[in-house]
């Protein structure tokens, strides 16, 4: 039976109920197909890497939460459903026997969603995704229909064609509470990390991010009851729950009271994995019950530090102090929390100094884990409007939006050297030497963290040098066109 919260009042009657009422399902074989983001090396070359790598740090190794979703959905109204995964199967029409195809992308996996929809032109096609939902009249070149936002309240009608228009914007969005849990027997094996979204919007507007874009400005959550019973479920399906990830949250503790409900109600019913993970802003570290909570819980917490300087914060609009960051860090050390902190490289005020700035604040603070990208224009974010508006933008081409290659104008370096100290940066902090951090040692999880991001690093070194040296070579093609025409260079400084 089709879920209650799926329906419309004026779609209980009709060609979609059966003689006593009842509605019929929706009996439709569809594909779910992942692309793969294929900017660094042949998907079977990057499945044949990466596999063994993904395996030893315990991760879901390619099907991704959105996918899981998509399929547990479907599933409730009846569909036949087949996932198909880009990384680790060819693509193939006539190996597909289902009638229509579902694609969902982000923005480096656009380009190939489109390659893989152009295979389907005898089928009906249906892309959505954060990409999509940004650009529908672009994903609508390649597709029949496009979901703009959350698909769980037109799923129905869409699948069964009684929605037929070719951009489907979906107000209002979904009660979270009556989406149904994850449907893992789509995995050949049950995932060794369960991934949750307890909650979806950001009130924050910070420049660089399209969260609030797709899920809107106000947070929605589920509550705690129906968080403990997905929990529950899973652990009486599977057995014991080793790792739990709730990034899929802006926040996880946006709301502190019903973060703290959530953990408390987690205690209380023995589900105490090993980790958990979740991403939180800086002043979490304010609630001590909180903390005290975390600890018990084994988590991690993940920091959107960004900058350690106040000006680049400002620019991001982040709404954060820089002089709290040193002091978070240390009260959640002093409980036993460890830090993951996010970093980013390319504001207006950074400079190739910048990246030693942050790893000499790695070093002092003693992060137990971080990650430092490029800043990134992805369309929808205000960063993209106003570096369109400024002309700075010079790569257009999805596949470099993808936090690790430079594709706009920075202000105080060329994009040539801002891709080269970048690449130098990642190259030496995360060589395997770096995996000796005394730290990681004695800390397992971390250590396989950290040995995955080397390796990957390592693999991808020489996709990531082939990009920095087609910027040096465009840079000394437009500095020969502007000497000779007068004109300024977009390249360089």
Same mark, same amino acid.
């Given at each position: 039976?089709?879920?209650?919260?799926?329906?419309?009042?004026?779609?209980?009657?009709?060609?979609?109920?059966?003689?006593?009422?009842?509605?019929?399902?929706?009996?439709?074989?569809?594909?779910?197909?992942?692309?793969?983001?294929?900017?660094?090396?042949?998907?079977?070359?990057?499945?044949?890497?990466?596999?063994?790598?993904?395996?030893f740090t315990g991760s879901n190794i390619f099907v991704s939460t959105t996918t899981l979703h998509l399929a547990t959905l479907l599933k409730k109204i009846g569909c036949q459903v087949r996932i198909y995964n880009d990384i680790t199967e060819e693509i193939d029409p006539a190996h597909v026997?289902?009638?229509?195809?579902?694609?969902?992308?982000?923005?480096?996996?656009?380009?190939?969603?489109?390659?893989?929809?152009?295979?389907?032109?005898?089928?009906?096609?249906?892309?959505?995704?954060?990409?999509?939902?940004?650009?529908?009249?672009?994903?609508?070149?390649?597709?029949?229909?496009?979901?703009?936002?959350?698909?769980?309240?037109? +799923?129905?009608?869409?699948?069964?064609?009684?929605?037929?228009? =070719?951009? %489907? &914007?979906?107000? @209002?969005? *979904? /009660?979270?509470?009556?989406?149904?849990?994850?449907?893992?027997?789509?995995?050949?094996?049950?995932?060794?990390?369960?991934?949750?979204?307890?909650?979806?919007?950001?009130?924050?507007?910070?420049?660089?991010?399209?969260?609030?874009?797709?899920?809107?400005?106000?947070?929605?959550?589920?509550?705690?009851?129906?968080?403990?019973?997905? +929990?529950?479920?899973?652990?009486?399906?599977?057995?014991?729950? =080793?790792? %739990? &990830?709730?990034? @899929?949250? *802006? /926040?996880?503790?946006?709301?502190?009271?019903?973060?703290?409900?959530?953990?408390?109600?987690?205690?209380?019913?023995?589900?105490?994995?090993?980790?958990?993970?979740?991403?939180?802003?800086?002043?979490?570290?304010?609630?001590?019950?909180?903390?005290?909570?975390?600890?018990?819980?084994?988590?991690?917490?993940?920091?959107?530090?960004?900058?350690?300087?106040?000006?680049?914060?400002?620019?991001?609009?982040?709404?954060?102090?820089?002089?709290?960051?040193?002091?978070?860090?240390?009260?959640?050390?002093?409980?036993?929390?460890?830090?993951y902190g996010y970093f980013i490289f390319g504001a207006d005020c950074d400079e190739p100094g910048t990246l030693k700035q942050y790893a000499d604040f790695i070093n002092k603070s003693d992060l137990d884990i971080f990650t430092v990208t490029v800043l990134t224009p992805y369309p929808g974010?205000?960063?993209?409007?106003?570096?369109?508006?400024?002309?700075?933008?010079?790569?257009?081409?999805?596949?470099?939006?993808?936090?690790?290659?430079?594709?706009?104008?920075?202000?105080?370096?060329?994009?040539?050297?801002?891709?080269?100290?970048f690449n130098d940066f990642y190259l030496e902090t995360f060589s395997l030497k770096s995996c000796l951090r005394p730290k990681l040692l004695f800390d397992i999880d971390s250590l396989k963290n950290q040995l995955f991001i080397s390796l990957m690093t390592k693999i991808l070194n020489k996709?990531?040098?082939?990009?920095?040296?087609?910027?040096?070579?465009?840079?000394?093609?437009?500095?020969?066109?502007?000497?000779?025409?007068?004109?300024?260079?977009?390249?360089?400084?």
């Open positions: 039976m089709v879920p209650h919260f799926y329906r419309k009042k004026h779609e209980r009657k009709g060609n979609n109920m059966d003689s006593k009422g009842a509605e019929k399902p929706i009996t439709k074989k569809v594909a779910i197909i992942q692309p793969f983001a294929n900017t660094y090396v042949s998907h079977r070359k990057f499945s044949n890497l990466i596999t063994p790598l993904k395996a026997s289902e009638d229509i195809v579902l694609i969902t992308i982000v923005t480096s996996s656009a380009r190939r969603g489109y390659e893989i929809a152009r295979l389907f032109r005898d089928r009906r096609v249906i892309i959505g995704g954060v990409h999509a939902s940004i650009l529908p009249h672009e994903a609508l070149h390649h597709a029949d229909q496009v979901v703009v936002g959350e698909c769980e309240r037109v +799923l129905p009608d869409l699948i069964a064609g009684r929605n037929k228009e =070719r951009i %489907i &914007d979906i107000k @209002p969005p *979904a /009660d979270l509470d009556e989406v149904p849990h994850i449907d893992y027997s789509y995995l050949k094996v049950p995932p060794k990390i369960i991934s949750l979204q307890t909650s979806r919007g950001c009130p924050f507007n910070c420049s660089y991010c399209s969260v609030s874009r797709i899920f809107g400005r106000r947070y929605r959550f589920r509550s705690p009851g129906n968080v403990l019973s997905e +929990l529950l479920n899973y652990r009486e399906k599977y057995g014991e729950i =080793r790792k %739990i &990830d709730l990034r @899929p949250d *802006a /926040d996880f503790t946006c709301n502190v009271e019903r973060a703290k409900e959530i953990l408390r109600r987690m205690i209380s019913e023995g589900i105490i994995p090993k980790s958990i993970v979740a991403n939180a802003r800086l002043e979490a570290y304010k609630d001590r019950e909180l903390l005290s909570l975390m600890s018990q819980l084994n988590f991690t917490i993940c920091i959107g530090i960004e900058s350690i300087n106040q000006n680049a914060l400002d620019e991001y609009n982040k709404k954060q102090r820089a002089k709290d960051i040193d002091e978070a860090i240390r009260v959640f050390h002093d409980h036993n929390i460890k830090v974010t205000a960063l993209h409007n106003r570096l369109v508006s400024q002309r700075r933008i010079f790569e257009f081409n999805w596949d470099y939006y993808d936090s690790f290659h430079v594709t706009f104008k920075p202000a105080r370096m060329s994009a040539y050297e801002m891709q080269k100290v996709s990531f040098r082939r990009y920095e040296e087609s910027l040096k070579i465009q840079a000394a093609e437009h500095k020969r066109l502007s000497w000779k025409l007068g004109s300024v260079d977009i390249h360089s400084s």
